[in-house]
T-cell receptor, first 109, second 118 residues
Framework: EDKVVQSPLSLVVHEGDTVTLNCSYE??????LLWYKQEKKAPTFLFML????IEKKSGRLSSILDKKELSSILNITATQTGDSAIYLC?????????FGKGTRLSVIA | NAGVMQNPRHLVRRRGQEARLRCSPM?????VYWYRQLPEEGLKFMVY????????ESGMPKERFSAEFPKEGPSILRIQQVVRGDSAAYFC????????????????FGPGTRLTVL
């Protein structure tokens, strides 16, 4: 069965800290890995990663995929309270998307 | 450009009733996906549909659940004879995917329908 595991499950940091969220996967026929940010409602798309070693960046967020280690990390630098959310990792494999349980990030002022 | 729309946003049903959840994909998108998010769990894939076709329903419970995406109108996820365990947030996503079945493409999510079964 395809599986996506995220760690940590929850994290509390102070504004200005840098955080690293982890995602590992065991799937058949890997296609891509996606990161989403879920606040109160629907997940919003952050990154799609298909190639190993190429960092994708958007402002203070960046992500990279390691296909050898079957994992990805999502970095957030200089965190702000608005970064508080659940960060979901999903992998496209045999079914459209297999999601991890998410990492709940709380950024306190 | 309106995003993915789902309605109702909140739905309360008593055990044994039917629940109908609607999803209108983004304009130009012809592929719809339904996911369920149980409390404290990640999103779980249920079904993938194109217009008038079910492409992949491997995540759908075998009984009581059905989905359709007619030629005209929204996609509908129907749950018959609901039970308390069906209480969850149901998300719909759409994509403009036009290539082979599993070509990577971004899915855009709707706001979800929160179903509560009393």
């Amino acid at each position: 069965e395809d599986k996506v595991v995220q760690s940590p499950l929850s994290l509390v940091v102070h504004e200005g800290d840098t955080v690293t969220l982890n995602c590992s996967y065991e799937v058949t026929n890997f296609r891509s890995l996606l990161w989403y940010k879920q606040e109160k409602k629907a997940p919003t798309f952050l990154f799609m990663l298909t190639s190993s070693g190429i960092e994708k960046k958007s402002g203070r967020l960046s992500s990279i995929l390691d296909k050898k280690e079957l994992s990805s990390i999502l970095n957030i630098t200089a965190t702000q309270t608005g970064d508080s959310a659940i960060y979901l990792c999903a992998v496209e494999a045999r079914t459209p998307l297999v999601f991890g349980k998410g990492t709940r990030l709380s950024v306190i002022a | 450009n309106a995003g993915v729309m789902q309605n109702p946003r909140h739905l309360v049903r008593r055990r044994g009733q039917e629940a109908r959840l609607r999803c209108s994909p983004m304009k130009g998108h012809s592929h719809v996906y339904w996911y369920r998010q149980l409390p404290e769990e990640g999103l779980k894939f249920m079904v993938y549909l194109q217009k008038e076709n079910i492409i992949d329903e491997s995540g759908m419970p075998k009984e009581r659940f059905s989905a359709e995406f007619p030629k005209e109108g929204p996609s509908i996820l129907r749950i018959q004879q609901v039970v308390r365990g069906d209480s969850a947030a149901y998300f719909c996503a759409s994509s403009p995917l036009t290539g082979p079945r599993f070509t990577s493409d971004t899915q855009y999510f709707g706001p979800g329908t929160r179903l509560t079964v009393l």
